[in-house]
């Protein structure tokens, strides 16, 4: 029995705000991942299903590793299809803003829609959203906002528009944001939900491997190379930082999506329940952040690092150099942990 955790005002008010429209614009967060492209795409899929003109469109492009999720394909990306984005962005009734929680994330996208006066409606499961949406389904306790759009289906009484196409989109999500059904996937729900979505007959072993399991030699072997070689582990402070620099990136033809989860592997060491990999892109280092536990990451990179996240899963990006970023990781330990000297084990060390 999956129960209904939204407020059933709001999903009157979805409903009456659908009813109302034709032209429907979805967007959600820069960098997309599977979960912010899998609801998204499934929202679509679905709400055409309804009869309305519904249009997906992104901030930047989609790793190529996600090419593979239904409907990708007619995606307008704000950086390669500007016009086409202005346009649907314009002529949209209502926007649908999915798995972010602040303008912000959405870069020159969310310039545009802050000056539309149509509604927009929040679904998302990150903390603390702004208070900026005509309709907020915010539900940071939710595995994904996959899980999100499944349960506002649900409560609608629309889960028949939840055919093979839409679920597959809604298991992609359900499967990266839970890291393989890893973590945030606690409650029994949850895989009523999944069976529910594996009941459309979805290719469950093909969307699985393909969106957790598959990575290209280069990034196989860049993968293996920051672990080996630039791993840092700060064992009293139960820490472990990865950096990666222009150079390095380039030697292992880094391209999008290269080093999704690497930053996950130091957790698998006993002793190491934080962990921080530090990316140096062309206009920004980009920093990501996981822990386990009862440990605050998205409390580290909304303080330290410009951004926020999830409780065990967070990110944000410095504006400096890579040092610079560093030197910020370094003051992290020194505040959090003020009586413990910072003792680096490198890999080196311990052989
Ligand atoms: P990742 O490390 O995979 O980029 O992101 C992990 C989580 O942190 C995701 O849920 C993502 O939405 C959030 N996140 C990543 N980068 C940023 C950022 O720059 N700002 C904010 N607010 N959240 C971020
Ligand atoms: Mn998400």
């Known amino acids: 029995m999956v129960s209904p955790i939204i407020d059933e005002n709001k ?3 979805l409903r009456e705000l659908i009813n109302g429209v034709n032209n429907i614009a ?3 967060h820069k960098s997309p991942d599977g979960d912010a492209l899998g609801s998204s795409l499934a929202l679509c899929h679905v709400l055409r299903r309804m009869g309305k003109n519904a249009s997906v469109v992104t901030p930047d492009m989609v790793p190529r590793s996600l090419e593979f999720i239904p409907g990708v394909w007619e995606i307008a990306v704000f950086t390669k299809h500007e016009a086409r984005v202005r346009r649907v962005l314009n002529e949209a009734q209502l926007i649908f803003c999915l798995d972010f929680n602040s303008l912000k994330r959405i870069d020159r996208v969310g310039e545009i829609i802050e000056q539309l006066t149509v509604p927009r409606v929040l679904i998302d499961h990150h903390l603390d ?9 915010s539900h940071p306790e939710a595995s994904s906002t996959c899980e999100l759009v499944f349960r506002v289906l649900l409560q609608m009484g629309e889960l028949r528009l939840m055919d093979r196409l839409a679920a597959s989109c809604l298991y992609v999500g ?11 996937c606690d409650s029994p729900e949850f ?24 990575f290209s030699a280069d990034s196989v072997r860049l993968q293996g190379y920051a672990l080996s070689e630039k791993m840092q582990l700060f064992p ?7 950096v990666l620099n222009k150079e390095e990136l380039e030697r292992f033809n880094y391209s999008r999506g290269d080093t999704e989860s690497l930053v ?12 921080v990999f530090l990316r140096e892109d062309p206009d920004k280092i980009k920093v990501s952040c996981r822990s386990q536990g009862n440990f ?17 899963a967070a990110g944000g990006e410095v504006a400096g150099t890579l040092d610079e970023a560093v030197a910020i990781f370094h003051q992290v330990l020194a505040d959090l942990f003020p009586e413990t000297d910072t003792v680096e084990q490198s890999t080196q060390e311990q052989q």
């Open 264 to 275: 996950n592997k130091p957790l698998a060491i006993p002793e190491i329940y934080w962990s």
């Open 26 to 28: 979805i967007t959600c």
């Open 236 to 242: 009293k402070q139960g820490a472990a930082l990865i």
């Open 129 to 137: 959203p702004e208070d900026i949406f005509d309709l907020s389904i």
């Open 11 to 13: 999903i009157e008010k």
């Open 191 to 214: 895989y009523e939900i999944l069976a529910s979505v594996m009941r459309r007959r979805i290719d469950r072993v093909m969307l699985y491997n393909k969106a957790i399991n598959t």
């Open 174 to 184: 359900l499967t990266t944001d839970t890291g393989g059904f890893a973590y945030s």
């Open 296 to 312: 605050s990451v998205s409390d580290i990179c909304s303080h330290y690092f410009n951004g926020g996240g999830h409780f065990n």
